[in-house]
């Protein structure tokens, strides 16, 4: 049988965003290795319930790496100290037995806390809407070979369309900037033929918007690239700025 772990979790209980918050500790034991951090908060919640107290609160959705709903910071590392992994799929196996654990909400002046670990990302929403949108048409199935695509451009068009829009990139930058994510959204559409009209003007319309959100200017300390659950990378940023100049 596999060694159980007893863990200390310092977690930020808040309210709302208009009280103030403080670190709680809750022990856990006897927990399995197979556990992921997200199984061990609903093991906690359903504890707080029974004894009456508030539950945690934490977005999730997939649990399994695709939705992007998830995401806080564990020991101050956006999702976790394993790289490429959300916090869906970080599993107790990559803790020791009696480590401590301080789970906090991503720390960014966009995303205000709307309860201990959860934050508002619509301001990504807003991002995206602000680019506009590709129209194409719905009638028959097109020609296969109507737009021809190399292999290497469906290739990284694809790389760049698996950001899952968490916000782990932003939490970590020092300057809270939204570039690789903007950048990541851009390379996805501006690369393909379907996306080519209006690629400029779209890299224009989001920073703009990136400004109006407060998000902050790159650096270029890359700690968004080293955080990204997708392994997107910051090269993006150097394409989304020769478009927008
Ligand atoms: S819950 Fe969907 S990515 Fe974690």
């Not at 670190?23 to 919640?45: A, C, R, T």
């Not at 194409?136 to 469906?154: F, G, R, V, W």
């Not at 694809?158 to 916000?167: D, H, L, N, R, V």
Request: charged share 25%.
């Amino acid at each position: 049988m596999k060694k159980r772990l007893s863990l200390k979790l310092l977690i930020w209980r808040q309210k709302s965003n208009t009280t103030d918050g403080n670190f709680k500790e809750y022990i856990m034991k006897g927990l399995s290795p197979d556990l992921s951090i997200l199984e061990v908060l609903d093991q906690l919640n359903e504890k707080l319930i029974i004894n009456g107290d508030r539950p945690i609160n934490y977005d999730h959705d997939c649990r399994e790496g695709i939705c992007g709903s998830c995401g806080f910071l564990v020991n101050g590392l956006a999702h976790g100290p394993k790289s490429a992994t959300t916090i869906c799929q970080l599993y107790l196996r990559h803790f020791k037995d009696n480590d401590t654990l301080v789970l906090e909400p991503w720390r960014v002046k966009a995303f205000k806390v709307i309860q201990d670990l959860s934050v508002n990302r619509s301001s990504l929403d807003r991002l995206i809407a602000s680019g506009g949108y590709v129209s194409c048409q719905t009638e028959e199935i097109p020609d296969a070979n109507k737009y021809l695509i190399s292999p290497s451009k469906a290739f990284t068009s694809f790389q760049s369309a698996t950001c899952i829009g968490c916000g782990a990139c932003i939490a970590s930058c020092r300057n809270a900037s939204a570039n690789l994510f903007v950048a990541a959204k851009l390379a996805h559409l501006g690369q393909l033929p379907q996306g080519k009209d209006g690629r400029s003007n779209r890299a224009k319309l989001m920073n703009k918007q990136m400004r109006e959100e407060g998000f902050g200017s790159c650096s270029n300390n890359l700690d968004c690239e080293a955080v990204c659950p997708k392994e997107i990378s910051a090269d993006w940023i150097s394409w989304m700025n020769n478009d927008y100049l």
